[in-house]
């Protein structure tokens, strides 16, 4: 039996508010891929990745996001 993903906008903001970017970034990611007609989700992704971009840890947060290690 598969776990259920209960994703939410508002989840993801949980996240960003308390400095998980990782995980924010990845929600953000999900349901962008559930609602690409939804530009707001598509807004905030990215926003952090802008942001994550200018401190240079863009490129350390998709290694860890596809090995899933946290």
């Known amino acids: 039996m598969g776990r259920e993903v209960l994703y939410s906008l508002?989840?993801?903001d949980i996240?960003?508010?308390q400095g998980s970017k990782y995980?924010?970034?990845?929600?953000?990611e999900y349901l962008l891929k559930k609602n690409p007609e939804k530009e707001e989700i598509r807004v905030r992704l990215e926003n952090l990745?802008?942001?994550l971009e200018r401190k240079g840890a863009l490129s350390s947060i998709k290694e860890v996001m596809r090995k899933k290690i946290w």
Do not use: G, N
């Not at 995980?23 to 953000?28: F, G, T, V």
């Open 10 to 12: 508002t989840l993801a």
């Open 49 to 51: 990745k802008k942001e």
């Open 23 to 28: 995980k924010a970034l990845e929600i953000y």
């Open 15 to 17: 996240y960003l508010k």
